[in-house]
């Protein structure tokens, strides 16, 4: 379980940055070499690779990748009406916060006859890597599908390890569907972000891939960003993250069941919780032993609680500044006005304000997309948003009397800068009158 109480007042800085210390992401060489064969492999071999490497890997002999059309269909056909409307309850609500992100091209005439756009287009195709660990993340699939979606990609490419009868879950299909993606492969692992990457007879390359994964799954991504032209990720990858801030008047249960959901992803993550009460402490404290033991994924839970932490501040004001230290994926706000902390919390990848907004809500049906920065990056990187599916680029448009009142401008900077040719470039024009 959980570690004993850490008071923040009594530490050095050196402990302090202990305290905060995230759990170690493996690095290892042999990782390393692991998926730069199964790269390798992929981009010389192409599907007779992914073939070969989802037998190896999921014990799978798979007759074709690709998930056709009936399939969808009887994936609708086999959930039943109350699945299907929470899916479609998920996907309408996750649609609706992410339409409002629309973008406007920004048109700004500098001075008379200069005028220079800001211009935003879709990325031409996008691949969504979604994981099928011990049960299926048609979640996932929304939060990635539906930004798709609305940017307007040209290709979206839908990726996901097949289950024992290689085939893909009911859920999955039909979120995929909601989302309009109909280019559906069975392949997961390392190898399937290596097709994505490279291109396979089947599976033809994208400019961008998106979703999380397990470490050979980060491991590719990050190989593959560096190594293949044109060709990027999301975001850095690490485990999932809570931090909970939380004063005597919050409640305990609720506390406790906002860090257990988070222990629960995996036994690397990690929960935190700040609070200005050595009881309510306490009391979260004896929560956390209770509620772990009905848990179905409790040996993950209680593991991941041992590196977490009960820390106690000062008053909330520290608390904030110890969260923006941190700069967690998640913080939960769980105070008696937890509003008036916004402004001054800077570092999170979402905020969950108040006793009655779970961090759960946001990871299903909120609205806002659960695809968030961990390990700190929040500091840097932002929450997933239509922005990440698209590219921005600049338009220029100047007049003959627009560039005669920048020349004096450009002529000097180039001329301070020893470029001769950009200088002749502009004075050229103003000499011949072209």
Not at 175 to 188: K, Q
Not at 270 to 278: A, R, T
């Amino acid at each position: 379980m959980i570690n004993q109480l850490i008071k923040w007042q009594e530490l050095s800085e050196q402990q302090k940055t202990g305290a905060l210390a995230r759990p170690a992401i493996v690095d290892s060489a042999l990782l390393s070499t692991q998926v730069a064969n199964i790269l390798a492999q992929v981009k010389n071999q192409g599907d007779k690779a992914l073939f070969a490497l989802t037998e190896q890997f999921d014990g799978i002999a798979l007759s074709t990748l690709s998930v056709g059309a009936e399939q969808i269909a009887q994936a609708k056909l086999a959930l039943s009406a109350k699945r299907l409307k929470a899916i479609n309850t998920a996907y309408q609500q996750i649609r609706a916060f992410h339409s409002a992100q629309q973008p406007t091209d920004i048109t700004v005439e500098t001075i008379p006859g200069v005028k220079c756009t800001l211009k935003t287009e879709a990325i031409e195709s996008v691949g969504l890597y979604i994981p099928a660990g011990s049960a299926p993340l048609p979640s996932t699939v929304l939060m990635l599908g539906i930004p798709a979606q609305l940017t307007g990609c040209q290709r979206t490419v839908l990726v996901c390890p097949p289950d024992k009868n290689g085939q893909l879950a009911n859920e999955i299909l039909v979120a995929a569907d909601l989302c309009g993606i109909s280019e559906i492969y069975t392949v997961g692992g390392a190898q399937a972000i290596a097709a994505l990457a490279y291109g396979t007879q089947t599976i033809a390359a994208v400019n961008k891939v998106f979703g999380p994964g397990n470490r050979y799954v980060t491991e590719a991504k990050t190989q593959l960003s560096q190594q293949v032209p044109g060709f990027t990720i999301d975001m850095p990858a690490g485990p999932s993250e809570v931090l909970v801030i939380a004063d005597e008047q919050a409640n305990p249960a609720f506390i406790a069941a906002d860090l257990l959901s988070q222990a629960e992803h995996g036994v690397d993550s990690q929960v935190i919780l700040l609070s200005d009460s050595e009881s309510l402490i306490a009391q979260v404290s004896a929560q956390l032993e209770k509620q772990v033991t009905v848990l179905s994924r409790r040996d993950i839970a209680e593991q991941a609680l041992t590196q977490s932490r009960l820390i106690l501040t000062k008053d909330l004001a520290q608390a904030v500044q110890v969260s923006n230290q941190y700069a967690p994926e998640h913080l939960i706000i769980q105070t008696e006005d937890a509003p008036s902390l916004l402004n001054s919390l800077r570092n999170a990848g979402s905020i969950f304000v108040g006793a009655y907004t779970p961090e759960s809500a946001g990871d299903y049906a909120s609205g806002t997309n659960h695809v968030l920065p961990t390990y700190g990056y929040s500091k840097v990187i932002s929450s997933l948003s239509l922005a990440d599916f698209s590219r921005r680029y600049t338009v220029q448009e100047i007049t003959k009397s627009g560039l005669a009142s920048l020349a004096e401008c450009i002529i000097e900077l180039t001329d301070a800068e020893g470029l001769d040719a950009h200088q002749r470039a502009v004075t050229i024009r103003l000499e011949e009158g072209v």
